[in-house]
């Protein structure tokens, strides 16, 4: 490399950072973060299709190619989203308070100057926080699944990240936002993620409707089993495997904090896996459940979301269990709210993000943050007691302004010609993915031209056991 390629002088630290041909970008940054969180992109994007997997399994048969049909979907035309206008809308240097402006519009000078993180350039960032958006999309369409359209839920969910994602993201991470200002502590995305995307899919299952269901009373809920633990197992292995990425990344660089978020991120979800475990056990039936222990570890990954990157490693223990606990409660909440949100994304990312973000509060620790000079007043461990409370305004605007928002969305779409939510009732008895994908999740039979074990006995007959919500049942369930 030449002297004058070599050469800071030119470097601007705005828009694309200076000429190329003259400077080296490179020189700003330290190469082995840059490695690391293109790694960490990498671990992100494998949840998206990871989460494609759990909500599969857990549907029934008829509709689970749908399901990965739809993670396909979101990381494509998120992946379009965020190069258009939504990086811009959430992360523009010059953005105001509750949302960015439109100054990187399909990433216009979006190269090699210092992003709102500094010690990473803005194409990287870029890269990592549009796999953010990515998962926290594939995560909200659950909420109408196996009885959604699926043309119209593209419509929806590239208005949902505009307006709802895109805002809530600026207010936490970026450094004009409000809830930055006023001192929330969201390390990896408790409240855009998880709380925001939690309360889009109850909206959306609240808009939508109950799926059909001819033996459930008018008040009842349908619940039917798994078609595939196999699927959900696989899932679980996906998303617990990419949140190594996703909270170890969010220190943005390689350091020593970025090992410790790690360090949380494995201890909370084995600890929030055994907490369902076991209580499952104990309250129904004395089993202990395979896709229990999966919801618990997401339930304590989603918990240690907004804390791994500040609190002392011992509190992500209590971390997980509260989390899974209260995950795991929270599932009956679909029957008192009478609102079929079936794949529990409420109840383990709502409400999982939201416990997260209030134990955060408590057990952050300045010591924690400064791992990579990072300075914060810490929680209640550093008698810091107005955190909590800077916690839980954070929380609550968060899941209000999702879900109102979500619900305005929809019910507008919804009364627009060809863009109706929800499909008919015969097309959805017979399966979305029959009736609108044309595809199967089976096997066919060339020679006769039929497809082999569609409805299997299995398939017909009632059981009792586990349910789609992660937990045992008393109620008998179906895997129509």
Known sequence: MSDTTSSTDGLTGTGTGGDSLSVDFNSQFDLANMVWILTSSALVWIMIPGVGLLYSGLARKKHSISLL????????????????????LAFSHTGGKYIGNLDNFALMNVLGAPAVVSSMPDILFMVYQGMFAGITGMIMVGGAHERARLGPMMLYLFIWLTIVYCPIACWTWSPNGWLADLGDLDYAG???????????????ALVCGKRNDPTADNKGLPIFKPHSVTSVVFGTIFLWFGWFGFNGGSTGNGTIRAAYAFANTNLAAGCGALAWLFLDYFRYEKRWTTIGM??????GLVGITP?????PIYFAVPIGVLTSIAC??????KHLLRIDDGLDAFALHGVGGFVGSVLTGLFAADYIAALDGTKIDGGWLNHHYIQLGYQ???????VAYAFGVSCFILFIQNKIPYVALRLDSEKEEIGTDQTVIGEYDDHY????????GSLSDQDLTPIGGNGNSGTNSPTPEKAV
């Open 69 to 88: 049909w739809s993670s396909i979907m979101c990381a494509s035309l998120i992946s379009f989203h965020w190069f258009f206008w939504g990086y811009s």
């Open 190 to 204: 408790g409240g855009p993620v998880h709380m925001a995307s939690g309360a889009g899919a109850l909206a959306y």
């Open 294 to 299: 999966c919801s618990g570890a997401i339930a």
């Open 307 to 311: 804390a791994a990157g500040f609190v």
């Open 328 to 333: 795991n409660y929270a599932t009956g909440l």
């Open 392 to 398: 839980l305004a954070a929380a609550v605007t968060t």
């Open 445 to 452: 039979d060339w020679t006769q031209g039929t497809i082999q």
